[in-house]
């Protein structure tokens, strides 16, 4: 049987770290080189002053052009400023009272490698549940690994969309598509590509294209 064709799209993280006077073009010129479904906005040692400024500043980059705009780790402020969701983890609050608080705007919740945690953020209802690290990473010390039969489960399963995350790259990520993945999310894969970040979001855009999609 032919594998179908997958609906596969990029979900794009931003660097820990940003210099809010380049970041913003930086931005601009990386999501007009191909396609991307939402950019999270993970500053994870940003002052309040400071995080509210880059969300002001980026989030009319990625809304004027069909981005979603999602914050990290805060539910209240994704809604105070604008944002058109919030992606929580484990460790980020009361995941019901984000979800009344957000009410049609997008939550995404941390599911690590657990079927169970993955289960209890539907019930709740999560728009996405993210799984990982499927792979080594640098950007954040991950305590979990996940593997392919996650995703395969999951999208087998569930309608909730799925999103897989940690250490992919346009060369490893073809697996994590033809499990099921929904949207791939990449921070080094596209910030720290040798050719620039546009170079890095086309070529994950080229290998998940060309991944064979779940065989259902
Ligand atoms: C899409 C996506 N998946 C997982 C994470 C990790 O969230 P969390 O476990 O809360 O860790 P931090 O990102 O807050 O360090 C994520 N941010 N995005
Ligand atoms: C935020 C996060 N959560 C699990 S791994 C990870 C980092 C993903 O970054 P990269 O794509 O550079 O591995
Ligand atoms: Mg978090």
Known sequence: MAAAQNDCRLYLVTPPRIDLAR????????????????LQLRLKDAPPGELRRAIDALRPVAQSRGVAFLLND???????????????????GDHAAARALLGEMTLGITCHDSRHLAMRAGEMGA???AFGAFFPTTTKDAQHQAETDLLEWWSSIFEIPCVAIGGITAANCAPLVTAGADFLAVVGAVWNHP???PEGLRAMNAAIAAAPGPAR
Do not use: I, M, N, S
Request: proline share 2%; aromatic share 4%.
């Open 74 to 92: 805060d539910a209240a402020l994704a809604k105070e400023t604008g944002c058109d969701g919030a992606h929580l983890g484990q460790e980020d």
């Open 127 to 129: 728009d996405y549940v």
């Open 23 to 38: 970041f913003p073009d930086d931005l601009a010129r990386t999501l007009d080189a191909g396609d991307c479904a939402c």
């Open 195 to 197: 050719d620039g970040a």
